[in-house]
């Protein structure tokens, strides 16, 4: 079923905005790459090493003979990791000095890493793997519509009312202002497509939260012909692409 694939891989998805940069993010290249640079929604592998400021070494991949992958976007590392590896390039090797707040800020991490530690990581990108859904901008999103695909829009009911919505768009909301996933998304998403290989296109404001939701279901959940509107609907409205208001579904969650 559907259903309980959907909502196992939704139920595992950290989904958290980036905090405010209280303090910057200090990135420094040592060696610049050649290689395939790494972009959001890609999978990287790397070799790393962390210190705190007073020289401490707390972690390294090196001394494990095991190097580290994460897909860039799915909130799974601290925000200064998923900051200051973006835009990388295989062969390439970073120093990443990450302030508390993009780090473990006041909680710290267990008895490694103290309350507000500023980090120290020497970062290798070792290999890129390409994701697994394709970004659309607008002209491809007018033709998807032509052509009867499905669109979902995961945006809250307060953000269709603002913008309105694309025509003929199913709308379903994914998580809330805090980040607490539908749990009647799954449910309400088989109702549109019969499987994880339909064709289907997300769309949401700007596309960041369409992104990582394509991104975990193509890795996770086995959809095989997702297409994200990289730029969000925003970038329609400015296209002046046509939007009517929003006709609330039924079942409406945050309604």
């Given at each position: 079923m559907l259903r309980p694939i959907i909502a196992a891989a939704v139920s595992a998805l950290l989904l958290f905005i980036l905090p405010a940069q209280a303090e910057e993010l200090k990135v420094t290249d040592i060696t610049i790459g050649t290689g395939e640079?790494?972009?959001?929604?890609?999978?990287?592998?790397?070799?790393?090493?962390?210190?705190?400021?007073?020289?401490?070494?707390?972690?390294?991949?090196?001394?494990?003979?095991?190097?580290f992958s994460f897909t860039l976007g799915e909130r799974r590392v601290i925000p200064g990791w998923e900051q200051g590896v973006e835009g990388m390039k295989v062969g390439g090797k970073r120093e990443l000095i990450i302030p508390p707040e993009l780090g473990y800020g006041r909680r710290g991490a267990g008895n490694v890493i103290p309350p507000n530690a500023t980090l120290k990581f020497e970062v290798e990108l070792l290999e890129v793997k390409g994701k697994k859904f394709s970004?659309?901008?607008?002209?491809?999103?007018?033709?998807?519509?032509?052509?009867?695909?499905?669109?979902?829009?995961?945006?809250?009911?307060?953000?269709?009312?603002?913008?309105?919505?694309?025509?003929?768009?199913?709308?379903?909301?994914?998580?809330?202002?805090?980040?607490?996933?539908?749990?009647?998304?799954?449910?309400?998403?088989?109702?549109?497509?019969?499987?994880?290989?339909?064709?289907?296109?997300?769309?949401?404001?700007?596309?960041?939260?369409?992104?990582?939701?394509?991104?975990?279901?193509?890795?996770?959940?086995?959809?095989?012909?997702?297409?994200n509107v990289q730029n969000g609907i925003a970038s329609w409205i400015e296209a002046e692409g046509a939007v009517g208001p929003a006709s609330l579904p039924d079942n409406c969650w945050l309604c």
């Open positions: 640079e790494a972009n959001v929604g890609e999978t990287v592998v790397v070799h790393y090493t962390g210190w705190l400021m007073d020289g401490t070494k707390f972690d390294s991949s090196h001394d494990r003979n095991q190097p970004d659309i901008g607008n002209d491809e999103l007018n033709a998807k519509l032509a052509a009867g695909v499905p669109v979902v829009d995961i945006r809250r009911p307060d953000e269709w009312k603002a913008t309105g919505v694309l025509a003929g768009s199913h709308l379903i909301t994914f998580f809330d202002e805090k980040g607490q996933v539908n749990p009647a998304f799954g449910d309400e998403l088989q109702k549109v497509i019969t499987g994880p290989g339909d064709e289907i296109v997300f769309i949401c404001q700007s596309g960041n939260r369409s992104s990582v939701l394509s991104q975990h279901l193509s890795e996770k959940a086995g959809f095989t012909q997702i297409a």
